[in-house]
């Protein structure tokens, strides 16, 4: 931590002249289980990861916002009194797009000069937009003197994301990075916006293992699948009127009607309402730690994922073979919203060094990328980090 703070007081030195008198820290996460469930208002475990968001800032008194990167090139000076996006360095929409939502709500807020350093892999799958979205919306409250409580802080970053980046997203990223908790996952009911914490048993490592195949939501399936969720619930609702979610669906209720579904929109349903199920499920698992189960939940989520949800890659479905024929290897799934990425591996206690080695070897077989394969622990969400 301190080679990194060096290292970016530094770097913000260089660009604004004097050094950073604030740092705001928000984590990625990793899905265990509840591929999207969240935009259906169910359940999901996540889990915050040890990879994270840092923005070193100094407060302006002009208004402005000066927001630059130590990991992709450009940045952008906006007013606070004219958001607009950003085409040409799209990444700054995340830090407007809370400015603009943040003020759109009624908040006052004070600029900053601002740079971003972030562990989380780009386009990963790891949350890297809602990190950056939180650790922005944190270092507003702060430096504004704002009550703003952290599901608040969330439904600010998803609205962010939704109506000024342009991703239909649900409320699981940035709700996990601001409420992560130290050493456990959570139980997150997307509906209620609560949570609660599950131990996740000793015995057992949680590996990502990034296929570094990029995705790119903007207008792509994710919208898509949605979309099609959204209409399953309209067509249930002719026979189910209380209905108004996914969530809301039994399994018997499922089956009772698919039949008077389109064939595309119940292999979608279907996932959602057993995944949902397998989330639970997972509730009173992962305690115990008992391989046979858990690999089953692992195994049936990934499998509805290739073949009811469709958002498989080909990448996937080799990180998927090298992951579950390594040594150690309990339960492994795709993670975050598919289409590449990265997926998700329990591992037994002892096995991480060969693991890694297996994994690496037969995914870079099979595709010819370097992977980047990492045991990751739960921490604590979002924060002001104590230096001066």
């Given at each position: 931590m301190e080679e990194r703070r060096r290292y970016i007081s530094e770097e913000f030195n260089k660009r604004y002249g004097r050094l950073p008198?604030?740092?705001a820290r928000a984590?990625?996460?990793?899905?265990?289980?509840g591929s999207h469930t969240d935009y259906n208002m169910g359940f999901v475990m996540t889990m915050t990861i040890d990879?994270?968001?840092w923005i070193a800032a100094r407060p302006r008194e002009d208004n402005q916002v000066a927001?630059?990167?130590c990991n992709v090139p450009g940045g952008a000076l906006f007013s606070l009194e004219d958001i607009q996006r950003d085409e040409a360095v799209p990444w700054t929409n995340y830090v407007r797009g809370v400015a603009a939502e943040m003020q759109a709500s009624g908040y006052k807020l004070r600029g900053f000069d601002g740079l971003v350093h972030?562990?989380?892999?780009?386009?990963?799958?790891?949350s890297s937009s809602a990190a950056i979205e939180m650790a922005t919306a944190l270092l507003f409250k702060t430096l504004s003197g704002l009550e703003l409580d952290p599901v608040d802080m969330a439904l600010i970053g998803q609205k962010a994301e939704n109506e000024f980046v342009g991703v239909s997203t649900g409320i699981l990223d940035q709700y996990s990075s601001v409420m992560g908790r130290n050493g456990c996952a959570i139980l997150l009911d997307c509906r209620h916006l609560t949570?609660?914490?599950v131990r996740i048993n000793p015995s057992l490592h949680v590996v990502i293992c990034n296929t570094r195949a990029k995705r790119n939501l903007v207008g792509t399936e994710y919208d898509e699948r949605r979309a099609q969720c959204e209409e399953g619930v309209r067509l249930l609702q002719r026979f189910y009127p209380e209905i108004t979610a996914l969530r809301d669906v039994t399994p018997a209720m499922f089956e009772g009607q698919r039949r008077a579904l389109p064939a595309l929109i119940a292999r979608r349903c279907q996932f959602i309402i057993e995944e949902n199920q397998r989330v639970l499920d997972l509730a009173q698992a992962l305690p115990e730690g008992r391989p046979e189960p858990l690999h089953a939940l692992f195994?049936?989520?990934y499998s509805g994922a290739l073949d009811l949800y469709e958002i498989g890659a080909p990448a996937m479905s080799a990180m998927m073979q090298a992951m579950s024929t390594a040594p150690g290897a309990v339960a492994?799934?795709?993670a975050g919203a598919g289409f590449g990425g990265s997926m998700v591996a329990l591992v037994k206690g002892g096995f991480l060094e060969p693991f890694t080695e297996h994994v690496t070897k037969i995914y870079q077989q099979e595709t010819k990328i370097q992977p980047e394969v990492d045991a990751v622990q739960a921490v604590p969400g979002a924060m002001i980090l104590d230096w001066v």
């Open positions: 008198s604030i740092w984590p990625g996460r990793v899905d265990l289980m990879r994270d968001t927001i630059y990167s972030s562990t989380i892999p780009f386009g990963s799958g790891l949570s609660e914490v195994a049936a989520s492994a799934r795709q």
